[in-house]
């Protein structure tokens, strides 16, 4: 079977972090075409300077990065430096990138890739705010029925939010832009807040990453240091929980992820709960399906593959 060929959406943050280097410790499943960097985590300038550190600590130079859109489509961008920092990558000390940035523009990379490539061969990886995914969608219509499906983090139920009382940073950051990719008729598997907390980095697993003796491993080890504090204090969890690995641990492993195919809609007005994903998980609204919202994660599963894979790098 031929690796699924995917581009990724990212903010890095360091859980994004972790999914981009998953993704590169995967080649038999995983060809990462491309890595578009969104304003999200932190602003543009940071989240696209992350991106290419992560490639090169992945010892992957090659790796095409390519800066998109540096605000929401009707907002003013929210970040999350309580939760990763000033820089985004707060914790290990990683040098300055030397691979350069393209020069194209990530939203015009994701629609002459998908009218390049065959019909139905990309996957899009949303990390962040869904911004470049939408404006690739409004600008190039056509390219619509070309993706495969997307994959993305975002998003939540019962766990209601972690930004507001009612909303998952990523779609509150633009909700207008999850609108937009949710009514898209594209095939959508969302990781929503509701799996992604059970992907809790324990420190058992994380003296696991600082194990392997590895520049990549004890960057990870670092990461979750570093990004646990806030969700100890704010959960008083046992960890940070890896929201935006379940994304690529889901193309190598479906079987490790549960949820149901339902409907899903973005609130976009609601001063009160704007952004949140109301998600049909009765399905008692009788409006049709639109997504699979995962639920459950084996998280021993989710470990060893990640532990396994990192030590590739």
Known sequence: MSARKII?????????????????????????????????????????????????????????????????????????????????????????????????????FIIDTLRAEPEGSVTLCPLGPLTNIATALTEAPDIAPRVAEIVLMGGAYFEVGNITPTAEFNIYVDPEAAEIVFKSGISITAMPL???????????????????????????????????????????????????????????????????????????????????TVADWWRVSGRPANATFMGDLDAEGFFTLLTERLARL
Do not use: W
């Open 8 to 108: 990724i959406d990212t903010d890095p943050g360091q859980d994004d972090a972790v999914a981009i280097l998953l993704a590169l410790a995967a080649p038999e499943e995983i060809e990462v075409l491309g890595i578009t960097a969104v304003a999200g985590n932190v602003p543009l300038h940071l989240t696209e300077r992350n991106a290419r550190i992560v490639c090169e600590l992945a010892g992957r130079h090659d790796m095409r990065v390519f800066a998109g859109c540096d605000a929401p489509l009707k907002r003013k961008l929210v970040t999350a430096e309580h939760v990763h920092g000033k820089t985004g990558l707060e914790g290990p000390v990683l040098p300055d990138p030397t691979m350069p940035l393209q020069d194209l523009h990530a939203v015009q």
């Open 194 to 276: 509701d799996v992604t907390h059970k992907a809790l980095v324990t420190a058992p697993r994380n003296d696991a990453f600082r194990a392997l003796g590895t520049p990549v491993g004890s960057a990870v080890a670092q990461m979750t240091d570093f990004f646990e504090r806030f969700d100890k204090e704010k959960y008083g969890s046992a960890g940070a929980p890896l929201h935006d690995p379940c994304v690529t641990a889901y193309l190598i492993r479906p079987d490790l992820f549960s949820g149901r195919h339902i409907n899903v809609e973005i609130e976009t007005r609601s001063d009160l709960t704007l952004g949140m």
